[in-house]
C-alpha cells in the first residue's frame, strides 16, 4: 500500500480530497487539517458542499480522490479506531418517533459503547442532559410529542452521553433558544479543552463560541 | 451489537402494529375469499390451496418490505447505524426482525388457512398443515433475505415500491415454485423431501450471501 505515506498530522487530515455529488465536483485537491483542541468553523452559501464534505469526512459519502486520515491512519483502517471516536449530527435527528426520549438515547449510547455501560447510571446521565436543556422530566415522553426545538435538543444531548474525540456538527445551532445556544458553545469549548476535534457549520456568526479555523466551500 | 439493535427494532415495531398487521390481514382476507369465489367444495379447494397460500403469503411478504429500510432511511437514523456497527449487522439485525415480525405470524396463521382451504380434510389431514407449515418456514426467511437486498438496493430511488418488486419478483418464484409444490406432493401422498431440501438449500445460500450484499448495498444508497 503506498497510501501509508508519513503522515505528522494528528486529528483529523484529509489529504487531496476531491468530492462531488451527483456529477458536480464540489471539492478539488483540498487539504483540510483539523488538529486537536481546534474548533472548526465551517461556511458557505447553500449548496454549496457543506454537508456533502462533512458526510464525506464522516466517511458516509465516498471521496473520488484522496484519503482522510484519523490520526495518521485512513478513517477506513480498522486500527484508526475512527468511527468509535467520531459523533456525527447530521440535519435529520436520526431520531425513532415510536420510542420515547431515554429510548432513543439509550440506543445509542449502547451502541456506542457496545453494551458495555452501567444502565442505572445511564439512566441518571439522561436525566441529569435534559435537565440541563431545560426538558428534564420529559424522558418518557414519545419523540414524536415534542416541539421541533425540543428535539433538536434531544439529538445535542447525545454529545454528553457518549464519548467522543470528535465531533462534526451539522448545524447544531439552528432552532435553539438563548440559552441552549450558551449551552452547547459551553460544552464545545470544554470539549476542545479536553482535546476534542469540532467541526461545525451554521449560517450565522455565533457569538458565544470562538473559533480556531474558519473554512469555506464556495461554489465554482 | 445485533442484540441491541434487534430489541430496538421490536419495540418501534410494537409501538406501530398496525403496519405489522396490514400485510398478516391481507393474507387471510385474500384466502378466505376463495372458498366464496370458486367452491367450499374439499377436492377443489385442495388443489388450489397450495397455490393460493403460497402466493398470499408471498404477497404479504412483498406488502411487508415497504418498511423495511424506508423509515429509519428517512429519519437518518440508518446513517447513524452504519457509523456506529457494520453494515453486515445493521442487515442481520434488520432481517431476523422482519422474519420475526411478518414471516413468523404467516407461519402460525397458515394452519388457520390450512382449515379455509380443506387442507386438513381427510385422514392424513393434519400432517399436511405441518407440511405447509414446515414449507413456509423454510420459504419465508429466504423471501425476507432477498426482499433486504432489493430495499437497500433501491432505497435511494423514490417511489421504489414498485421497482423492488419488479426486481425481487424473478427471484421469489422459485421459492414459491418449491413452497407450493412441497405442499401439492404432500397432498398427493407424494414424497416431499426433495422439495423442501431445495427450499432449505435456497435459504442457506440466502443466508450466506444477502446479509452482505444488503449491507454493501445500503452503504451505497447513503453515500
Not at chain 2, 426482499?147 to 437497500?152: E, F, K, R, Y
Amino acid at each position: 500500500m503506498s497510501q501509508s505515506q508519513d503522515i505528522q498530522f494528528d486529528g483529523l487530515y484529509a489529504h487531496e480530497l476531491t468530492v462531488s455529488r451527483s456529477e458536480q465536483v464540489l471539492l478539488e485537491d483540498a487539504d483540510l487539517h483539523l488538529a486537536p483542541s481546534t474548533i472548526t468553523y465551517l461556511y458557505g452559501e447553500n449548496g454549496a458542499g457543506k454537508t456533502s464534505l462533512m458526510r464525506c469526512l464522516a466517511g458516509l459519502l465516498p471521496e473520488d480522490h484522496g484519503v482522510v486520515y484519523w490520526n495518521k491512519k485512513p478513517i477506513n483502517h480498522p486500527d484508526s479506531g475512527y468511527f468509535q471516536d467520531l459523533i456525527f449530527l447530521a440535519h435529520s435527528l436520526s431520531m425513532k418517533n415510536e420510542l420515547t426520549i431515554a429510548e432513543n438515547l439509550r440506543f445509542y449510547a449502547n451502541l456506542r459503547l457496545k453494551g458495555r455501560v452501567h444502565q442505572k447510571s445511564l439512566s441518571n446521565d439522561i436525566s441529569g442532559v435534559l435537565r440541563e436543556l431545560g426538558i428534564g422530566g420529559l424522558e418518557n415522553r414519545m419523540f414524536a410529542e415534542l416541539s421541533a426545538g425540543q428535539q433538536h435538543k434531544v439529538a445535542l444531548a447525545r454529545l454528553m452521553l457518549e464519548p467522543a474525540k470528535i465531533w462534526i456538527l451539522d448545524e447544531p445551532f439552528v432552532n435553539l433558544d438563548q440559552k441552549t445556544r450558551g449551552w452547547l458553545a459551553d460544552k464545545t469549548l470544554a470539549f476542545k479543552e479536553q482535546g476534542g476535534v469540532v467541526l461545525f457549520t451554521s449560517h450565522h456568526h455565533i457569538d458565544e463560541l470562538p473559533v480556531d479555523q474558519n473554512v469555506g466551500v464556495e461554489h465554482e | 451489537m445485533i442484540l441491541t439493535l434487534l430489541k430496538r427494532e421490536l419495540k418501534v415495531a410494537r409501538r406501530n402494529w398496525i403496519g405489522l398487521a396490514i400485510p398478516l390481514l391481507f393474507f387471510i382476507i385474500v384466502v378466505s375469499l376463495f372458498p366464496f369465489a370458486v367452491s367450499p367444495e374439499a377436492p377443489v379447494l385442495q388443489k388450489l390451496a397450495p397455490g393460493v397460500i403460497w402466493v398470499a403469503a408471498l404477497l404479504a411478504m412483498l406488502l411487508s418490505l415497504e418498511q423495511f429500510y424506508r423509515s429509519d432511511y428517512q429519519d437518518g437514523s440508518l446513517e447513524q447505524l452504519l457509523l456506529m456497527s457494520s453494515p453486515t449487522s445493521v442487515a442481520i439485525s434488520k432481517i431476523l426482525a422482519h422474519w420475526l415480525l411478518t414471516g413468523l405470524p404467516l407461519v402460525i396463521l397458515s394452519p388457520l388457512l390450512a382449515v379455509l382451504m380443506q387442507i386438513n380434510y381427510g385422514s392424513a389431514g393434519s400432517s399436511h398443515t405441518w407440511v405447509l407449515m414446515l414449507s413456509l418456514v423454510l420459504g419465508t426467511p429466504t423471501l425476507c433475505l432477498l426482499g433486504a437486498v432489493g430495499m437497500s438496493l433501491t432505497l435511494a430511488a423514490s417511489r421504489n415500491g414498485l421497482l423492488v418488486s419488479i426486481l425481487i419478483i424473478p427471484l421469489y418464484v422459485p421459492i414459491l415454485i418449491f413452497g407450493a409444490s412441497t405442499v401439492t406432493a404432500s397432498l398427493e401422498n407424494m414424497r416431499y423431501n426433495g422439495e423442501l431440501a431445495i427450499l432449505g438449500a435456497f435459504l442457506l445460500i440466502a443466508i450466506v450471501f444477502a446479509p452482505f450484499a444488503s449491507g454493501r448495498a445500503l452503504k451505497i444508497s447513503v453515500g
